[in-house]
């Protein structure tokens, strides 16, 4: 068996419409990174298949090709719309 | 500072005061809810915000104002939750001695505040429909 750790994923916005959760816990294999997170939760969610989001990790920017570590706490960021 | 609160903004009740004698210029944006966009009816809206990232990135773009330009201090305060027509969603307000740096980085601190910092605003409108903004990306 692979193994696997945790994250949390919160969402904001249009994608906390879609997935209808503010966070969720995520179990995952070790080294995935967000790009593999996203493609996961589409497919459950059925989430825009073009994404312009940006991503934080630990409530900093990361990039799309981090490697997640366990404990983590993931968000997908849509394009601010705040002022 | 850069702070975000669920509270109505009440300007008057924002500390105004000089911050020192050397201040000669105070400039305030502030950013009120309309009741139309792009030809629809808005009846009013609800901003969603991503706090702990938001104070990080706010409190960047005003140590970057602080830097860029000669004042002597910048504070903003952003709404979040809903808010009925007519209330302040976000206020921004900078202190310096001339009028000059005082406007520029008044401007640039909303402007990098609406392209950076994570919230995020759906309208309400009249017929009962509503929608997230879509950004500029």
Known sequence: ?83 | MFLITEEIILPNNIELKFPSSKVGAKSIFEGIVRDNNLGKSVKKLEYQCYEELAIKEGSMILKEAVQKYKIDDAFCIHRTGKLEIGETAVFVRVFAAHRDDSFQACRYIIDEVKKRVPIWKKEIYESGESDWLKGAG
């Open chain 1, 1 to 83: 068996m692979h193994q696997t750790i945790e994250i949390t994923v919160h969402y904001f916005a249009k994608l906390r419409d879609l997935t209808n959760k503010e966070k969720e816990s995520v179990e995952i294999a070790i080294e995935s990174t967000p790009k593999d997170i996203y493609k996961q939760l589409n497919e459950i969610y059925g989430l825009p298949d073009n994404p312009n989001l940006k991503i934080a990790i630990n409530d900093s920017f990361a990039s799309w090709e981090s490697e997640l570590q366990d404990k983590d706490k993931l968000v997908f960021i849509p394009p601010v719309t705040g002022g």
